[in-house]
């Protein structure tokens, strides 16, 4: 393989994390805290792709030192991610945590230093790794999932608002460690000076880019939602302890369709709460128990037969006109209305229009 593309390969998952450690650190100051610990992320993960490329460049000349950096720093990966998904998902304070977390990880990886890279040694670190993948995959999932339950329980318009994105990164982030296992079982030596390099380099980098990308670009996290939420506390109580949920959800559905509920934008539970009387914790029961749906669909369902029924009065025309059909349907943006429409028609709105047409 040309040596100038092996090197180029060889470091580029490095030169993608260090530039965007030199982004997270330059806007470190006006950062919100996931940003700020997902520098720190950032910072392990270069220096963890500064020995991967040291070791290639170097055509696999083994450097127990920088090994043992290496070690530490590919067992910290995933217990960090799961303390940034804590930021995001519960806005709880993680620095002991991490630290913490972080033990093990420089335990084994001194102790296979001390060793010098003995085979039992390296297995224990390969078996430790894989329980972290599973657990931070099990956990991370977990409470990423809870809290688009949160979500959707609480906004009619959950755009910006889930964590679905996070959990592809998450999903990839497992791929990823599949890939390192493979990597593994044909060994590192198999990479050194040959065009296999490509792979694993275009995947770690490309996986490395969108995450950072993503990570940078996300601007809704637990605090903003505990906040939001916190400020609707002045909800009506209940006028009994404990509400019949099928009576609720009658007396919510009759409302939602006469006052057309649904059709105000940026809905939130609170607002339905205040409309039956009742607070956001027994509607939100009602909703979920009875019509065995979360809010966001609860209201969405019925902006989507509200929209259908000004499709079928109209006459095709054009985005123009089903983008404003969305504003009158109670979506706040086109793309929200569009992926409804497709959720809960199964195609988008200008086909179904032409449907009736035909």
Request: hydrophobic share 50%.
């Amino acid at each position: 393989m040309n040596g100038f593309l092996y090197t180029l390969f060889a470091i580029l998952p490095f030169t993608v994390a260090l530039v965007w450690l030199a982004v997270f650190v330059a806007d470190y100051r006006s950062s919100r805290k996931p940003r700020r610990f997902l520098t720190y992320w950032a910072l392990i993960c270069t220096v963890l792709y500064l020995c991967h490329a040291r070791y290639y460049v170097e055509d696999g000349r083994v450097d127990f030192v920088m090994d043992t950096i290496y070690l530490f720093c590919n067992l910290s990966v995933y217990p960090l991610f799961y303390c940034y998904l804590l930021i995001l998902t519960k806005d709880e304070p993680v620095a002991l945590r991490a630290f913490l977390y972080q033990i093990p990880a420089f335990i084994i990886a001194v102790a296979t230093y001390l060793v010098h890279g003995a085979p039992i040694a390296i297995h224990i670190a390969r078996a430790f790794f894989a329980i972290e993948v599973i657990l931070c995959a099990f956990f991370g999932l977990r409470t990423l999932a809870w809290f688009d339950k949160e979500i959707q329980n609480y906004y009619s318009d959950t755009e910006g608002k889930t964590m679905k994105v996070v959990s592809v990164q998450l999903i990839y982030l497992v791929g990823v460690a599949v890939l390192s296992f493979v990597a593994n079982i044909i060994g590192r030596p198999a990479f050194v000076r040959s065009p296999l390099i490509i792979i694993p380099s275009l995947v770690f980098s490309s996986f490395l880019f969108a995450l950072f990308y993503v990570s940078f670009k996300l601007n809704f996290y637990a605090k903003d939602f505990m906040k939001e939420s916190q400020e609707d506390t002045a909800d009506a109580q209940a006028l009994e302890d404990d509400p019949d949920d099928t009576a609720l959800e009658a007396k919510i559905a009759a409302i939602m369709d006469e006052k057309k509920l649904y059709l105000t934008p940026g809905l939130k539970i609170s607002d339905v709460a205040g409309a039956v009387g009742s607070n956001r914790t027994y509607v939100s029961n009602a909703i979920n128990n009875i019509a065995r749906m979360p809010f966001a669909d609860y209201v969405n369902t019925r902006r989507i037969v509200y929209a259908k029924k000004l499709l079928s009065e109209g006459s095709p025309g054009g985005d123009q006109a089903i983008t404003s059909i969305a504003s009158e349907s109670g979506f706040a943006s086109f793309p929200s209305f569009y992926r409804a429409f497709i959720k809960y028609v199964g195609m988008p709105p200008s086909e179904w229009q032409k449907g009736l047409k035909s």
